[in-house]
């Protein structure tokens, strides 16, 4: 069954960027059956889509984050990646990957990576 | 952006009750409608998509119902592993966006 597991570094300084990577096993992501997303959940904002990325290199954003935000594939290590820029104490949170199931008439995520705390602070 | 409401933010059930969690959109979203439970420490999991289907490994004592704009959750006769934060999310549109969590505790 497909996992996924989020990796990155856990405390990043305040205008600084913010890179994450979400490793799929247990299958490709270079396939059109699936979306690729990340998520995040803070006390604050609870939980937040961010964005998707799709086999074909096809992006789709939140609009809150769109300026700051870029999501990549690397379909060779079946990884997916965020990047989101001058980041603030507003984008500490746990951020999340998840396999995006779209189909004609409904979608939904799952599975989830377990998570990633990532802590903005200087 | 489409708004999510649940309701309540918690409720107190004890073991073998039946618990109802209601959900509703700003707008309609057809059966766009997910649910999710987490417990303390993971991910969120997938109980319920397209409003009312279980999914795959989830007891029967979960049910999804509703349409347009008004969705529950009901848990039939609450089992200890039950007590956990519970989600809906609207799929109908982007940008994706999730109710507050319903806490059964």
């Known amino acids: 069954q497909v996992q996924l597991q989020e990796s990155g570094p856990g405390l990043v300084k305040p205008s600084q960027t913010l890179s994450l990577i979400c490793s799929v096993s247990?299958?490709?992501?270079?396939?059109?059956?699936?979306?690729w997303s990340w998520l995040r959940q803070s006390p604050g904002k609870g939980l937040e889509w961010l964005g998707y990325?799709?086999?074909?290199?096809?992006?789709h954003y939140n609009p809150s984050l769109e300026s700051r935000l870029t999501i990549s594939m690397d379909t060779s290590n079946n990884q997916f990646s965020l990047i989101l820029t001058s980041v603030t104490a507003a984008d500490t949170a746990v951020y999340y990957c998840?396999?995006?199931?779209?189909?004609?008439?409904?979608?939904?995520?799952?599975?989830w990576g377990q998570g990633l705390l990532v802590t903005v602070s200087s | 952006d489409i708004q999510m409401t649940q309701s309540p933010s918690s409720l107190s059930a004890s073991v073998g009750d039946r618990v109802t969690i209601t959900c509703r959109a700003s707008?309609?979203?057809?059966?766009?409608l997910n649910w999710y439970q987490q417990k303390s420490g993971n991910a969120p999991k997938l109980l319920i998509y397209?409003?009312?289907k279980l999914q795959s490994g989830v007891p029967s004592r979960f049910t999804g119902r509703g349409a347009g704009t008004g969705f529950t959750l009901t848990i039939n006769s609450v089992q200890p592993d039950d007590f956990a934060v519970y989600y809906c999310?609207?799929?109908?549109?982007?940008?994706?966006?999730f109710g507050g969590g319903t806490r059964v505790e």
């Open positions: 998840a396999r995006d199931v779209s189909t004609s008439w409904t979608k939904w995520f799952d599975p």
């Open positions: 247990g299958g490709s992501i270079n396939t059109r059956d699936y979306y």
């Open positions: 990325i799709y086999y074909s290199g096809t992006t």
């Open positions: 707008q309609t979203i057809s059966s766009y």
């Open positions: 397209a409003a009312s």
């Open positions: 999310q609207q799929s109908y549109t982007t940008p994706r966006t």
